[in-house]
């Protein structure tokens, strides 16, 4: 049986409609969780919405519905974002499920069973828009005289009976799990991040709300409703059906990795372990906390008026391309710009003019000069291996090397200069010349440049799914013959050959992007 992989991304908190950061840790994570079915792994992929707390009941009331309308309208638009961004989840989770109270409860329950869970009475600066608690040494000051989060949002002191979590009885035991398990919060900055905050000391955590009731009733107490980040940070264990030992949670848990934004590391990385040490369940086994993404190197905002639907940039450019960008041009967890501009110049570079190209002149040729028939044998010299050899070092080693490492950009790179790599054999081997002078030659020639392809497209199947899966189909290449794995079979290309496959004239597959006239 396959090996388990279970990822997530930080489900999406609907109080206003998707942005391109939603999208883009779908996209990331979705690359991610088609690379390892690729490499033979049996992946769970969950993603969904947190859909309580104090910011969605204010927008809620703002607008004059209730809650749950609007947490019904809001996850709807992230579901469909999904849907059309090409995002493989297994699950979908909303945070409002019946089984996600069960499960968010069980949790609870087992927290308090330990002893880390106390009445109290909550005083301090709370951020509504982070939903976070702060301590006062961490707010700044604003010229207005406010006082803002460390995230620039606006805090106010509340006061309030509450439940609390002991956090501070897990300030050392977290510690001791982040000295063994160096690769636990990820990219390095994060971790030492995360470290600094933890050595600085732990106060304990108000986890309840009394105050409005849009959440989780916490058990034997339902004057008060969890603190949403329990209740969100749970559904981690839901999606794999939590508290019961189903096969799916035998199977998958811990979590193999969780892809969050850096701006929420340290629920991710601090209070979820200390939620689970004190449940005794299992940690995940990595936390990944991604970059921003800014517009023209500027945070996007509504006073900026630069805050773009992602799907209005989908219908612009196209899903594959603009997973292509995010995926090339973003180091992964680092923060990444974009513009309409640097999308259209990107895309034509790699995808228009390289491989695209590649595919496209190569296949016509051989629809037109070869009856479709796909070449085999020939006259084969030196460049021939040396090419094969170049992509076989990108597609079999390199790519899925970094992508293993979340390395996607570097991962993406290493599969350009195989493509770079065609392009330059074929300007210098000249197949519409030997077709005249070398017949022998130009069979060789195009079938080594098929191969290349064939594995070029497979390799890149995590990044642009729909294009790279619509040339292995003109191409007759068989969906179990996809894989990472079915690289390494050097006679596939031949049997495919001998197959009597008919190759078609083919479309382009890349068109080349014009800038839209607005975006």
Same mark, same amino acid.
């Given at each position: 049986?396959?090996?388990?992989?279970?990822?997530?991304?930080?489900?999406?908190?609907?109080?206003?409609?998707?942005?391109?950061?939603?999208?883009?840790?779908?996209?990331?994570?979705?690359?991610?969780?088609?690379?390892?079915?690729?490499?033979?792994?049996?992946?769970?992929?969950?993603?969904?919405?947190?859909?309580?707390?104090?910011?969605?009941?204010?927008?809620?009331?703002?607008?004059?519905?209730? !809650?749950? *309308?609007?947490?019904? %309208?809001?996850?709807?638009?992230?579901?469909?974002?999904?849907?059309? #961004?090409? +995002? $493989?989840?297994?699950?979908?989770?909303?945070?409002?499920?019946?089984?996600?109270?069960?499960?968010?409860?069980?949790?609870?329950?087992?927290?308090?069973?330990?002893?880390?869970?106390?009445?109290?009475?909550?005083?301090?600066?709370?951020?509504?828009?982070?939903?976070?608690?702060?301590?006062?040494?961490?707010?700044?000051?604003?010229?207005?005289?406010?006082?803002?989060?460390?995230?620039?949002?606006?805090?106010?002191?509340?006061?309030?009976?509450?439940?609390?979590?002991?956090?501070?009885?897990?300030?050392?035991?977290?510690?001791?799990?982040?000295?063994?398990?160096?690769?636990?919060?990820? !990219?390095? *900055?994060?971790?030492? %991040?995360?470290?600094?905050?933890?050595?600085?000391?732990?106060?304990? #955590?108000? +986890? $309840?709300?009394?105050?409005?009731?849009?959440?989780?009733?916490?058990?034997?107490?339902?004057?008060?409703?969890?603190?949403?980040?329990?209740?969100?940070?749970?559904?981690?264990?839901?999606?794999?059906?939590?508290?019961?030992?189903?096969?799916?949670?035998?199977?998958?848990?811990?979590?193999?990795?969780?892809?969050?934004?850096?701006?929420?590391?340290?629920?991710?990385?601090?209070?979820?372990?200390?939620?689970?040490?004190s449940a005794k369940l299992p940690l995940p086994r990595?936390?990944?906390?991604?970059?921003?993404?800014?517009?023209?190197?500027?945070?996007?905002?509504?006073?900026?008026?630069?805050?773009?639907?992602?799907?209005?940039l989908a219908s612009a450019f196209g899903v594959d391309?603009?997973?292509?960008?995010?995926?090339?041009?973003?180091?992964?967890?680092?923060?990444?710009?974009?513009?309409?501009?640097?999308?259209?110049?990107?895309?034509?570079?790699?995808?228009?003019?390289?491989?695209?190209?590649?595919?496209?002149?190569?296949?016509?040729?051989?629809?037109?000069?070869?009856?479709?028939?796909?070449?085999?044998?020939?006259?084969?010299?030196?460049?021939?291996?040396?090419?094969?050899?170049?992509?076989?070092?990108?597609?079999?080693?390199?790519?899925?090397?970094?992508?293993?490492?979340?390395?996607?950009?570097?991962?993406?790179?290493?599969?350009?200069?195989?493509?770079?790599?065609?392009?330059?054999?074929?300007?210098?081997?000249?197949?519409?010349?030997?077709?005249?002078?070398?017949?022998?030659?130009?069979?060789?020639?195009?079938?080594?440049?098929?191969?290349?392809?064939?594995?070029?497209?497979?390799?890149?199947?995590?990044?642009?799914?729909?294009?790279?899966?619509?040339?292995?189909?003109?191409?007759?290449?068989?969906?179990?013959?996809?894989?990472?794995?079915?690289?390494?079979?050097?006679?596939?290309?031949?049997?495919?050959?001998?197959?009597?496959?008919?190759?078609?004239?083919?479309?382009?597959?890349?068109?080349?992007?014009?800038?839209?006239?607005?975006?």
């Amino acid at each position: 049986m396959a090996d388990p992989f279970y990822i997530t991304t930080a489900i999406n908190y609907p109080n206003g409609r998707p942005h391109i950061g939603h999208a883009y840790e779908a996209i990331a994570t979705d690359a991610i969780a088609r690379f390892q079915r690729l490499m033979g792994r049996d992946v769970f992929f969950l993603t969904g919405t947190d859909e309580h707390g104090l910011k969605m009941a204010q927008t809620a009331r703002n607008r004059g519905v209730e !809650p749950a *309308a609007l947490a019904e %309208e809001m996850s709807s638009y992230f579901r469909e974002m999904d849907q059309r #961004l090409n +995002i $493989s989840c297994d699950r979908f989770i909303r945070t409002t499920e019946a089984e996600h109270h069960r499960a968010s409860q069980a949790i609870w329950q087992a927290m308090a069973d330990a002893g880390d869970i106390y009445l109290g009475r909550y005083e301090g600066w709370y951020s509504v828009r982070d939903e976070a608690y702060y301590d006062e040494k961490e707010l700044v000051t604003a010229d207005s005289g406010e006082k803002l989060s460390p995230q620039g949002t606006l805090v106010e002191w509340t006061v309030e009976e509450s439940w609390f979590f002991r956090l501070s009885k897990y300030q050392e035991p977290l510690l001791r799990h982040y000295e063994a398990n160096p690769d636990f919060i990820r !990219p390095e *900055a994060r971790r030492n %991040e995360v470290m600094r905050f933890v050595e600085g000391g732990l106060s304990d #955590l108000s +986890i $309840s709300r009394s105050s409005f009731d849009w959440g989780v009733k916490v058990p034997g107490d339902e004057r008060h409703v969890m603190y949403v980040w329990v209740d969100a940070l749970t559904n981690y264990l839901t999606g794999v059906g939590y508290p019961e030992e189903t096969e799916a949670y035998k199977r998958y848990w811990p979590a193999d990795i969780h892809i969050i934004g850096k701006d929420i590391i340290r629920f991710h990385a601090v209070y979820w372990p200390a939620f689970l040490m004190s449940a005794k369940l299992p940690l995940p086994r990595q936390v990944f906390g991604h970059g921003f993404i800014l517009h023209r190197g500027e945070k996007m905002s509504k006073s900026l008026g630069n805050v773009i639907d992602p799907l209005d940039l989908a219908s612009a450019f196209g899903v594959d391309q603009l997973r292509y960008y995010l995926l090339r041009e973003v180091t992964f967890g680092q923060d990444g710009s974009y513009s309409a501009e640097a999308i259209v110049a990107k895309v034509n570079a790699d995808l228009a003019n390289s491989f695209g190209n590649l595919a496209q002149r190569t296949l016509s040729f051989i629809a037109k000069n070869c009856d479709g028939i796909l070449p085999s044998g020939g006259k084969k010299e030196a460049a021939d291996t040396e090419l094969l050899a170049t992509v076989t070092e990108a597609t079999r080693i390199d790519m899925p090397r970094h992508f293993e490492d979340l390395a996607l950009s570097h991962g993406i790179e290493a599969w350009l200069k195989a493509v770079f790599a065609c392009n330059q054999y074929i300007d210098a081997q000249a197949p519409w010349a030997l077709r005249k002078t070398d017949p022998e030659r130009m069979t060789a020639v195009l079938g080594t440049l098929v191969r290349a392809i064939i594995d070029l497209a497979i390799a890149i199947q995590p990044v642009i799914p729909e294009s790279a899966g619509r040339l292995l189909d003109h191409l007759g290449i068989a969906e179990d013959e996809r894989s990472y794995a079915a690289l390494a079979d050097d006679g596939r290309y031949d049997r495919h050959a001998a197959s009597g496959f008919i190759l078609a004239l083919p479309s382009p597959i890349f068109p080349r992007l014009d800038m839209p006239a607005e975006v």
